[in-house]
Every structure is written in structure tokens, then in C-alpha cells.
């Protein structure tokens, strides 16, 4: 085991933060959103892995470890490939890395709970709230809430047609039945685990928005849902004004992302755009499955070799 084997993951993140999904593609937002989501939690994992492998250099040299193990701590002082400061550097990200993912989940969970509380207690998917803000928004369920989509009285005043309104619904829906919250925060997590991939973060919330355009343009119609974009991005947004602080932050809503990019990709599809993102995850993710099981069987053969030398040295005494 070498450790630049060891530490490709993150070099292979850096790559993916330059390429997975940089330059938005008129394809499929669905397989961009998948493709986005797999190469974060993806690389994000194998990151971990190979951290926690370098790390174990640095437990295993404890004597309790080495006894139980039956292998000799001088040894493996001796002649680890790992130095014992980068092990236990490894081993203070991990540390690092897992508390930060259990804190995003914590708060993920907070926020989610928090938003349904703000809301009227109310039986029914649908809600309208009485407010002239123009805003459209859905909320996952929780085993005491129940999903819902939100939208309020100024959204309907500015969308006088019915199918604009069905438009803004179908989205709201598409959101809760293609599971976005739930493929948002595993990017969420993934990210706050590895921050080298923070800027995919915000590809997957762009690409998770088309996903739900291009399900509501198959219900109603593309140029529909393109007004409604539009309506509501320009009404929740006027001129020389600063966008309202959204109340929600767990919420995915209906004028996230940049607006003229949606319209232009619905009215202007390219079937196919979205292969060279998809190329990039692939090889990448590849490359990182093939460092971390290099990196783990050299692990393991060293180790191996080291309890057979241990046994060998007891015998010869």
C-alpha cells in the first residue's frame, strides 16, 4: 500500500468539484441530478474509507490493539508505509468528517421538523396560506407530518390560469413523489463529510428543480411551466429588489436555481446533453472504487505479513 493510493479519493473530488455537472446540460435533469447525488455520496464515501484506513496505522500501534491483533507494535513502527503523524492526522479528519455529517443530519432533521410547525395543522397535501408573498414550495414528510405543498394566495393572483397553477403544482409534486429532499440531503451530508465537494451541493438542488421541470412539462406542457417559472421568479423578485428571505430552509421551491437557464433548457431540450457529466462520474467513481480496494488489500496483506513475522520471531525464541 502506497499512500498516494490512499489519498486519490481526494484528488479525485477536487476533479469532480471542476467537472461533475459544472456546465448544466439541456439533457435529462433526472439523470443529471442522479449523477450528481452518486459521484458525491460516492466519492465522499471512498474518501472516508481511505482515511480510516491510514488512520488504523495509528490505533493499531496502541499496545492493547497489538495484543489483541497478535502482531509486535515495534515492528510495525519500524516498518509501516504510513508515517504515524499522517496516520493520526487521518485519523483526526475521520473523526472530523463523521461529526460533521452527523451534525448536517441533526440539523437537516431540525429544520424539516421546525418548517412543519410553522405551518397551519391541517389535513390535506395542498395548502394555501393567505399571504401576498408569491411563493410555491413542497415539504417531505416526517412520521408525524405528513408531506405537503405549499403555496399562497399572491402565487395565485399572479398566476390567473389554471393551467399555470396546475404547473406550479405538478412540480411541487414531483418533488415529493421523485424523493428530491431525500437525494438533497444525502449531497448535503456527503458534502459536509468531504467539503471538496461542496460545489456540488448546489449543481444537485439546480438539477433536482429541472428534474421536477421536465416531470411537469410531461403532465401539462413545457411552455406552461416555463410561464410559471418565469411568473413567479419575476413576482417573488421585482426590480432593484433583494429576494425575500425564504422561511423555510428545508424547503425546495418552485424559483430555485437560475431561472433563465430552466426556461431555456425547457423550451430548448437536447436528449443526450447530459452524457459527458455522466462520463466524468463514471470514471471517477470507477478510479475511486479501484484506490480504495488497492489501498485495503494492501492493508490487508500488510498486516497479514506482519502477524506471520510477529509468530515467526515468537518461535525462533
Known amino acids: 500500500m502506497t499512500i498516494a493510493w490512499s489519498v486519490a479519493p481526494a484528488v479525485l473530488s477536487v476533479v469532480a468539484s471542476f467537472t461533475v455537472g459544472r456546465r448544466p446540460a439541456r439533457g435529462s435533469g433526472r439523470v443529471q441530478a442522479l449523477t450528481i447525488a452518486a459521484t458525491a455520496v460516492g466519492l465522499a464515501a ?24 497478535h502482531w509486535s507494535p515495534a515492528l510495525l513502527q519500524a516498518d509501516a508505509p504510513v508515517p504515524a503523524p499522517l496516520s493520526l492526522l487521518a485519523l483526526i479528519l475521520l473523526t472530523a468528517a463523521v461529526a460533521n455529517a452527523a451534525r448536517r443530519i441533526r440539523t437537516n432533521v431540525l429544520q424539516l421538523r421546525q418548517a412543519h410547525q410553522l405551518l397551519p395543522p391541517e389535513t390535506g397535501r395542498l395548502l394555501v396560506l393567505p399571504a401576498t408573498e408569491v411563493a410555491a414550495f413542497s415539504l417531505a414528510g416526517l412520521p408525524r407530518n405528513p408531506a405537503r405543498i405549499v403555496i399562497t394566495r399572491g402565487l395565485l393572483d399572479a398566476l390567473p390560469a389554471a393551467i399555470d397553477r396546475d ?55 413545457a411552455p406552461a411551466i416555463a410561464t410559471a417559472i418565469a411568473t413567479v421568479a419575476q ?83
Not at 471512498?46 to 491483533?69: I, Y
Request: glycine share 8%; net charge positive; charged share 15%.
Open 167 to 221: 404547473a406550479v403544482i405538478e412540480h411541487e409534486q414531483a418533488h415529493l413523489r421523485c424523493h428530491h429532499y431525500a437525494i438533497r440531503v444525502g449531497v448535503a451530508i456527503a458534502t459536509a463529510a468531504n467539503p471538496l465537494l461542496a460545489p456540488l451541493r448546489q449543481r444537485t438542488d439546480l438539477a433536482l428543480e429541472r428534474w421536477a421541470d421536465d416531470v411537469a412539462a410531461q403532465k401539462t406542457n
Open 46 to 69: 471512498a474518501t472516508m474509507v481511505a482515511l480510516a484506513l491510514l488512520g488504523w496505522f495509528a490505533v493499531a500501534r496502541l499496545g492493547p490493539v497489538a495484543e489483541r491483533g
Open 235 to 317: 413576482a417573488a423578485q421585482p426590480p432593484g429588489m433583494s429576494r425575500p428571505k425564504r422561511p423555510v430552509a428545508a424547503a425546495l421551491f418552485m424559483a430555485g436555481g437560475p431561472v433563465l437557464l430552466r426556461v431555456d433548457q425547457l423550451l430548448h431540450p437536447q436528449p443526450g446533453a447530459h452524457r459527458q457529466a455522466t462520463l466524468w462520474a463514471a470514471l471517477l467513481l470507477g478510479a475511486a472504487t479501484t484506490t480504495v480496494a488497492v489501498t485495503w488489500h494492501g492493508t490487508e496483506g500488510f498486516f497479514e505479513t506482519l502477524i506471520t513475522v510477529g509468530a515467526h520471531s515468537t518461535a525462533a525464541r
